[in-house]
């Protein structure tokens, strides 16, 4: 019984999944799978079967060569470059460029070893002959006795190779231990070489040992990017394949064409997506392309988010890189996306630009890389096939190329290989959006058309309230794609976006809207006549409420002053209501439209009065009302005077914003008018202001017109009373109360 619920609770979660993430469209990425990591070689770069998982061991060997001055760097400065604690180590860059899967660990850093080269070495390095490649047949012969010169001097040095024989065959093979030298030559150079013998280790007691590992030749000015290209060399097999054509990979992977090559330089950039994937260090997302028939462009694409390449993207990742490969054309050639972040620091810190890189990729059908043929658009002396494409459309080489970007609109390539259209058209989202995500969209045909996800249960909404949309949704973009409420799709309301992803849209219901129930859709065009499913949206009309500031209820006044009266109003969604949507009204009769008004006092007999306050949305009437006393003025008799607190913050409520050293507070300005009828206007001292805490303490006072307070706050809410007293010449007086004035506190 308890399986078959499961099951059915499975089935069910199986059914949301699809449905969430747009219908399981075939153009959304989803993590490679085993036959798609075959079909493209994943993991499978590795050394004599071994794949490049856990930690190598890297011997460092200094060296002083007699014929050139001593070195400027002692064993230290290696040992911090290679395996040290620094921001900037060959240990940490790959372990951050394998999402730390592999690195290397410190064998040992030994020397400096002193040595004169022997003169036939010297003899075969410096041949020279009208031959190029007889020269360079001896030249390799000089390097691979100096390899082995190399490592006999650090076996007789005294360095034990015997813990690295891992497989006990007595033989230290490169997926065993890699030695890097460096010598004191006063270059940035660096170079992988294999050795012209093996050199043996005795050892008492057992069998002798040969080193029959490569050497990485290193000088002593080596950058660390340098450093990482040769060891990236030495991790597999195929990892001598590495090099972009004619510099357009140059500083955007560390097999580019050129590695940068100033004295200590610690510029680096991580490895391309391409061999993270073939190490079996990234697992990219993969999507099929489908182009599309007559009437269907741009409705085969998807829209993603990448994270910065230095990232953490171990496993299957949702915001890895991806595969973007046709059907047709098959899987030995395809678009490789990621995105690059220098402001993301760590080992990516150095990349040129930020933005999306698209990798072109062309393989045999062992997944090694192809050749392409020179010459193909004017670019490329005897190419690899590893580009990444420039939007300026050159492949000119340089540093200065740049990713791509929102600005660069809708764009679409060609596959290099034969220089047909891919007919792929892409967008990149716009900045600012945070700088861990950068979203792409891509499409056959023509720009992606955004799809609203099929089923959205429809939704009831007020004025200014936020709606959401999912779906295939594009990026925001371009100044074309529109979301907005319809009824049949004569009308149009647009909405005010909050947020665009690629997978949601949460806009706001426009103020102007009517009541009624709408479509809200998002249209590919600035014609809005291209658009796909919608979701239903009611909008409700709330009413509007209003407030009398001033008078307040029961306030007196002397028949020969002025009354203020001030009112306030707020349509939910909308904001306050306009001038002429608000009036005043005297015992029944209108007075006056505005939220600000006045009346002579005189104008209304002695006794009691109403006012009243009314406000319409165009749909809703309210109103509000108070009563106020008119006093008579009697010759000879002094009567007292009004005071009348006309502005506060609406409502009366505010939110603490700054703080100090007692807390957080707020500071509030209150205004208020005081009239005598023997006097007139009052200003200055004979206006008293009061601000107590519930309490009853006083916390802030003074004259005048106007108090600015600051009015602390507490966890929720701190509530104050504010007094006007208006004083005459006759020393009395009469005043005007604010109850309740509440400072909030979002805890
Ligand atoms: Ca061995
Ligand atoms: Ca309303
Ligand atoms: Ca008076």
Not at 303 to 310: G, K, S
Not at 690 to 714: F, I, M, P, Q
Request: a negative charge; glycine letters at 12%; one cysteine or more.
């Amino acid at each position: 019984m308890k399986i078959k619920i499961y099951s059915f609770v499975m089935l069910l979660f199986g059914v949301l999944l699809i449905s969430g993430c747009g219908g399981g469209n075939a153009s959304d990425p989803d993590p490679i799978t085993d036959s798609e990591g075959d079909a493209f070689g994943f993991g499978e770069i590795q050394m004599d079967g071994r794949p490049a998982e856990g930690t190598r061991p890297v011997l460092v060997i200094l060296e002083n060569d007699s014929r050139f001055e001593p070195s400027s760097h002692d064993t230290s400065y290696f040992d911090d470059l290679f395996f040290g604690s620094g921001d900037k180590t060959l240990v940490g860059y790959f372990s951050e460029m394998s999402n730390d899967i592999f690195t290397w660990r410190r064998a040992g850093v030994i020397g400096p070893i002193n040595y004169t080269m022997s003169a036939d070495i010297i003899a075969d390095l410096e041949f020279v002959d009208g031959d190029e490649d007889a020269q360079a047949a001896i030249r390799a012969r000089g390097d691979r006795k100096n390899v082995t010169r190399i490592l006999q001097a650090a076996i007789d040095s005294g360095f034990d190779f015997s813990p690295y024989d891992t497989n006990g065959d007595n033989v230290i093979w490169q997926r065993e231990l890699v030695v890097a030298r460096v010598v004191n030559d006063d270059s940035p150079g660096g170079s992988l070489r294999g050795g012209l013998t093996c050199p043996t280790q005795t050892r008492a007691g057992q069998p002798d040992l040969e080193v029959c590992v490569g050497v990485i030749l290193l000088g002593e000015h080596v950058g660390i990017a340098t450093i990482g290209h040769e060891l990236a060399h030495s991790v597999g097999r195929g990892m001598d394949e590495l090099y972009g054509s004619a510099g357009l990979s140059q500083n955007y992977t560390l097999m580019g064409a050129t590695i940068f090559a100033g004295d200590d330089d610690r510029q680096v950039f991580h490895l391309d997506p391409h061999f993270k994937m073939r190490l079996g260090w990234m697992q990219p997302r993969v999507s099929t392309l489908i182009q599309p028939t007559s009437g269907n462009e741009g409705r085969f694409g998807s829209c993603t988010q990448i994270a910065p390449a230095q990232s953490y993207l171990g496993g299957t990742g949702s915001l890895n890189p991806m595969i973007l490969y046709d059907v047709v054309r098959g899987t030995n050639e395809y678009l490789m996306l990621d995105y690059r972040n220098p402001d993301m620091g760590g080992y990516d810190a150095d990349v040129p630009s930020k933005g999306l890189g698209i990798w072109y990729v062309k393989t045999n059908d062992d997944h090694s890389l192809q050749r392409i043929t020179p010459g193909i658009g004017g670019c490329c002396d005897d190419a690899t096939n590893f580009l990444l494409f420039s939007p300026d459309g050159t492949r000119g080489s340089g540093a200065s190329r740049q990713l791509w970007n929102n600005s660069d609109g809708v764009f679409t390539l060609n596959w290099t290989m034969d220089d047909s259209p891919t007919n792929v058209y892409f967008g990149v989202s716009p900045q600012p959006l945070s700088n861990s995500i950068f979203e792409v969209e891509w499409a056959t045909g023509g720009a992606l058309v955004p799809r609203v996800e099929e089923g959205l249960s429809g939704v009831v909404a007020v004025h200014g309230g936020l709606v959401s949309i999912s779906g295939v949704l594009g990026v925001e973009d371009f100044g074309i794609r529109t979301v907005g409420l319809t009824t049949d799709g004569t009308d149009f309301y647009p909405m005010d976006v909050q947020s665009w992803r690629c997978g949601e849209i949460t806009a706001r219901v426009p103020p102007g809207v009517p009541a009624g129930v709408y479509e809200m859709r998002v249209y590919a065009d600035a014609a809005r006549t291209t658009w796909d499913n919608f979701r239903q949206v009611t909008v409700n009309d709330l009413a509007p409420t209003v407030e009398i500031v001033s008078p307040g209820a029961g306030a007196r006044f002397s028949e020969a002053v002025d009354i203020v009266l001030e009112g306030e109003s707020l349509d939910p969604g909308v904001g306050s209501l306009e001038d002429d949507q608000v009036s005043w009204y005297l015992d029944g009769i209108f007075f006056a439209n505005g939220h600000s008004s006045s009346i002579p006092a005189g104008r209304l007999s002695p006794g009691s009065h109403q006012v009243r306050f009314d406000g319409t949305d165009g749909v809703s009437v309210v109103s509000t009302s108070i009563n106020i006393i008119i006093d008579a003025v009697v010759v000879g008799v002094n009567t007292p005077p009004s005071a009348q607190i006309t502005s506060h913050s609406d409502p009366a409520s505010v939110y603490a914003d700054t703080s100090d050293a007692g807390g957080w507070y707020k500071m509030v300005t209150f205004t208020g008018t005081g009239d005598d009828a023997e006097d007139g206007i009052l200003s200055g001292t004979s206006l008293q202001w009061t601000v107590r805490d519930s309490g009853g303490s006083v916390v802030a006072s003074g004259a005048g017109n106007s108090l600015t307070a600051k009015l602390y706050s507490a966890c929720n809410v701190v509530t104050y009373s504010v007094e006007l007293t208006a004083t005459d010449s006759e020393d009395e007086s009469g005043s005007d109360m604010l109850d309740t004035f509440n400072v909030h506190l979002l805890c």
